[in-house]
């Protein structure tokens, strides 16, 4: 019986979304190589709300074709992760206007995907994709909590008059009541946000990016341990220095190596339930971005299932 209501639950997955051939989806990998997918990339660039510098509408495209130059074998887990993993990626689609019909289209696609116990990797688009990329995740776990990466903590009722802005994203997410986040590399907020953090600290713990140097691990890995988490990486979380490409990009940030660590220690120890990545914003001719943001998805993706039980 059950068996039967997977191959239905299949079936509808494919006539409703469409796939990329592998050589032209994520990482560019061989038609030839034949798996069960795992993943599914969601590519959503959506651009409605950004605020200074734009350019998100084209992210997806660009960390797609960055991720053909991507070495698919991983020196330090020394293997080939896509191997285990099994990636399938979405084909460009008709994204729908207003921001909330939007995130209600890809509150649906993820739906479909998960049904079918696939894990949703979105790629955006602004930030203002996660409130949207969680909500089937939030009415299938008792208790969800957010690991989020971001040069600001996105606490804002609404910006520019926009509820569903790129700088609400985090505020809009705990508008659900099963919803925790833990944000990471935090240095740009407003007194508002500041207040609204210091009021609900039962639900919001931030890692300052002016105190990196200190931050206790004993408390991060409590924070963590045997969770079911959502993974939202915004690239200004980096340090502008190594991440200009983005629409508010901030000095103070995190580096590279500074990352990976809690990326690995908290899918040692936790259930990763769904990822974005978001706010690259592509500079033309600088593909170096491109091609970090495209590594640090595969990263992630290498660290899930290669801790996965």
Not at 210 to 226: E, S, T, V
């Amino acid at each position: 019986m059950e068996k039967s209501r997977t191959k239905k639950l299949l079936k509808n997955i494919c006539i409703k979304l469409k796939y990329l051939s592998n050589k032209h989806g994520f990482l560019g990998i061989d038609n030839k190589f034949n798996f069960k997918e795992k993943v599914v990339v969601v590519p959503f660039g959506l651009e409605k709300t950004v605020s200074y510098g734009g350019g998100t509408k084209n992210g997806p495209k660009e960390i797609i074709k960055a991720s053909h130059q991507v070495e698919l074998f991983d020196e330090e887990l020394n293997s080939e992760p896509y191997k285990k993993i099994g990636i399938r990626t979405l084909k460009p689609f008709l994204i729908k206007t207003g921001i909330k019909a939007a995130l209600k289209q890809l509150s649906e696609i993820n739906e479909k995907i998960i049904k079918v116990n696939k894990l949703p990797i979105v790629l955006g688009g602004e930030h203002s994709i996660t409130p949207g990329s969680i909500k089937p995740f939030v009415k299938r776990y008792k208790e969800i909590t957010i690991l989020h990466f971001d040069a600001h903590a996105d606490l804002r009722e609404s910006y520019n008059g926009e509820k569903y802005s790129h700088a609400s994203a985090i505020k809009r997410c705990l508008d659900f009541n099963n919803v925790k986040v833990v944000s990471f590399g935090i240095r740009n907020l407003s007194k508002a946000e500041m207040d609204f953090y210091k009021k609900n600290r039962d639900r919001i713990e931030i890692f300052w990016g002016k105190d990196k140097k200190k931050w206790d691990f004993k408390r991060i890995k409590k924070l963590f341990k045997k969770k079911n988490v959502y993974i939202t990486f915004d690239v200004d979380g980096f340090d502008s220095s190594i991440m200009p490409a983005t629409g508010t990009p901030e000095p103070g940030g995190l580096l590279w190596e500074e990352v990976l660590p809690i990326i690995k220690n908290i899918c040692k120890i936790s259930n990763i339930i769904g990822v974005d990545v978001n706010e690259l914003a592509p500079i033309k001719n600088f593909d170096s971005y491109n091609f970090l943001v495209a590594k640090l998805t595969y990263k992630i993706l290498a660290y899930i299932f290669e801790f996965k039980n």
